[in-house]
């Protein structure tokens, strides 16, 4: 069965430095690959997805993801986070066939460090 | 503007009330979905449509029910037999099931 693990449930990064958010599924084929964000008690917000092609993904508010095949891994980056950027950041895997749903991962929770 | 409303914001009900919730989209999406997000438990699926007058239950859809009479329109209801109905509840819309879904913002159900 399709599963998406986020493995740190919080991050505290400085403003102004890197970020790395992971991301691993579980997928028998290619799946579909999206982040959002979300901001306290608001819905939540399409960062960017994949679909096929180029691996390197570029998506809104300077974000970027990586997919990776080997590693089974679709990573959230940004170089250099600002203090707006203090959400929570959820990795979704899609449906590929009729039978899939979407799977939500449980979220990490970003803080930033002024 | 495109986009998904949801309402109320904020709703209060008594123990033992049902409740509906609203969820209108003017995107022209067939699929429309609804989550319940607990903290720490991420997205959970209650229900989804893909089309007009049909519906298919999630993944935890035991004490609630909707109806997709309109293609723009999915209300949940939260009925008495939900056991622990107080949480935020988002409601999402879709081209199709493998899409990227756009998220209405919310309604924080709380039972008294």
């Known amino acids: 069965a399709q599963s998406v693990t986020q493995p740190d449930i919080h991050i505290t990064v400085s403003e102004g430095a890197s970020l790395e958010l992971r991301c691993n599924y579980s997928?028998?084929?290619?799946?579909?690959l999206f982040w959002y964000v979300q901001s306290p008690g608001q819905g939540l917000q399409l960062l960017l997805k994949y679909f096929s092609g180029d691996t390197l993904v570029q998506g809104i508010k300077g974000f970027e993801a990586e997919f990776k095949r080997s590693q089974s891994s679709f990573n959230l980056r940004k170089p250099s986070v600002h203090w707006s950027d203090a959400a929570e950041y959820f990795c979704?895997?899609?449906?590929?066939?009729?039978?899939?749903?979407?799977?939500f991962g449980k979220g990490t929770r970003l803080h930033i460090l002024p | 503007d495109g986009g998904i409303t949801q309402s109320p914001k904020y709703l209060f009900r008594k123990e033992g009330q049902n409740v509906t919730l609203s969820c209108e989209q003017n995107l022209n999406h067939d699929a429309m979905y609804w989550y319940r997000q607990d903290p720490g438990q991420g997205l959970r699926l209650i229900y989804y449509?893909?089309?007009?007058?049909?519906?298919q239950k999630g993944d935890i859809a035991e004490g609630y029910s909707v109806s997709r009479e309109k293609k723009e329109s999915f209300p949940l209801t939260v009925t008495s037999a939900q056991k622990n109905p107080t949480a935020f509840y988002l409601c999402?819309?879709?081209?199709?099931?493998?899409?990227?879904?756009?998220f209405g913002p919310g309604t924080r159900l709380t039972v008294l």
């Open positions: 997928y028998g084929a290619t799946p579909y």
């Open positions: 449509s893909q089309i007009v007058n049909d519906f």
């Open positions: 979704a895997v899609g449906p590929m066939n009729r039978d899939d749903k979407i799977i």
């Open positions: 999402a819309s879709s081209w199709s099931r493998n899409n990227e879904q756009f």
